[in-house]
């Protein structure tokens, strides 16, 4: 049988059928079309400014490796004029985290790009598998989300950086509208959809250049250009609902491709019903520093419904071995209140500065120094329970040292 010509050029073999809307690519026509879409979900956001200092959060994982690889090649081709760096948080996961950390130590080198890295044990004095030894893996990705939200914003800001991008997908974007159209909690749904998040109290800009592509294109794209990624997935348990919002989403892909274009679109359209006093997108919000889906992870851990993407990855590989033989807002609809999730209408949140670390938040304490304060309040028995067994002279005064803290913390 003759190939297939590139739907595109008609020229060159297409190898490549477009996950989103499945025409048939040669590999160049694939590579470009997939940067110029991003080239224009930049422009048409407005989302840099010439001259702009720019930190990509960079995992190591695929979205965000791609994210530095087509920022990298658009700033060059178009001459955005941007200053790029690489920021990555080091959550202390032994066995993923700091392998992925080498994959982006790699990036940093390939890319040209300087790398700064920040820890939670740095930030925080815990390291993700210290809390989970204290909470268990239930409810984990609770304390990572929200101690990574802030550990990027700080991390940019002593880069004295002032805009953060990361790999958030159109995936991404779909599950979060579904994850809160679910529990009815608009004003979330209106954060997650927003391309850019910041603050009239936060130096700090968010977004996500990536918002329109799909997660199996990012893939397609960084085995295209052979990029450098990490694949493994994090070791602790996804939040069950978030698992199973993916899942759906996944299931909808494959019966209407475009389905997940049409819930980021639906999501960008209920979001313009939320008041941005509300809503906290754009430069008016409130609370979006804090918001579950502005900084990462939906934790790659569950993605996608029986490992589909791994099975993707797989399949690309073999191929490639097979080619080398060959205040109560009102909506004025109706004049309804917005509802958050406990059915409550919404009020207009007022932004403050958290009394212990001064970091925003809607609430006198922010979310990570309450997460921190039950944390510190067990640690005493933690530690002790941590050192069983350690016998020689770094761990006794590594407990002592726990110890202190402890103490500390609770006077
Ligand atoms: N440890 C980290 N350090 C810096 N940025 C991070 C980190 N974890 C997540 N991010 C940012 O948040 C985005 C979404 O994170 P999430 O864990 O949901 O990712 P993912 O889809 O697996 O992304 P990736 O493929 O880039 O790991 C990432 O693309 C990245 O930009």
């Known amino acids: 049988m003759a190939p297939t010509p590139c739907f595109n050029c008609k020229e060159a073999r297409a190898v490549i ?16 079309i997939f940067e110029t879409e991003v080239h224009e979900t930049i422009t048409g956001a407005n989302l840099f400014f010439r001259g702009e200092r720019v930190a990509i959060g960079a995992s190591g994982g695929k979205d965000s490796t791609v994210l530095a690889a087509v920022l990298k090649t658009l700033n060059e081709r178009y001459d955005y004029g941007l200053d790029l760096c690489l920021l990555s948080i080091d959550e202390g996961i032994r066995g993923y985290r700091d392998d992925s950390l080498e994959t982006v130590k790699r990036n940093a080198v390939q890319y040209e790009m ?16 210290q809390v989970v030894q204290q909470v268990g893996k239930k409810g984990n990705c609770t304390y990572c989300g929200v101690f990574r939200r802030q550990a990027l914003d700080r991390g940019a800001g002593r880069l004295g950086i002032q805009h953060v991008v990361t790999g958030h997908n159109a995936d ?8 809160n159209l679910l529990r009815g909690d608009l004003p979330r749904l209106s954060r997650g959809t927003s391309i850019v998040t910041a603050s009239d109290a936060s130096d700090i800009k968010r977004s996500k250049p990536l918002k ?3 997660e ?9 250009r052979q990029l450098d990624y990490f694949t493994t997935e994090c070791i602790y348990s996804p939040e069950a609902f978030r698992g199973s919002a993916r899942t759906l989403i996944k299931d909808l892909e494959k019966i209407r491709p475009s389905s997940i274009l049409d819930i980021v679109k639906s999501g960008e359209d209920m979001a313009a019903l939320v008041p941005t006093g509300v809503s906290g997108s754009g430069k008016q919000m409130a609370g979006a520093a804090e918001d579950e889906s502005a900084g990462g992870c939906g934790s790659g ?9 791994a099975a993707m990855e797989k399949q690309l590989t073999e191929n490639d071995a097979a080619e080398s033989r060959e205040t109560e807002i009102k909506i004025s609809n109706g004049g309804r209140a917005i509802r958050g999730p406990t059915g409550k209408a919404v ?10 670390c001064n970091y925003i938040s809607s609430q006198r304490i922010c979310k990570a120094c309450t997460l921190l304060d039950g944390l510190n309040r067990n640690r005493p028995k933690t530690a002790i329970e941590v050192s069983v067994g350690m016998e020689d002279e770094e761990a006794s005064s590594t407990l002592m040292r726990q110890m202190e803290r402890a103490q500390l913390s609770a006077t």
């Open 212 to 214: 329109y592509a799909y």
């Open 114 to 129: 300087p790398l700064k890295i920040l820890g939670y044990s740095e930030l925080y004095g815990w390291t993700m598998d």
């Open 17 to 32: 059928i477009r996950p989103k809307n499945r025409h048939k690519l040669c590999r160049a026509c694939f590579i470009n």
């Open 347 to 356: 009020k207009a949140q007022t932004l403050k500065h958290c009394e212990r």
């Open 301 to 309: 851990n569950g993605r996608t419904s029986g490992g589909e993407m």
């Open 172 to 179: 991404d974007v779909a599950e979060t509208v579904m994850m």
């Open 216 to 224: 199996k294109e990012i893939v397609l794209y960084a085995h295209h």
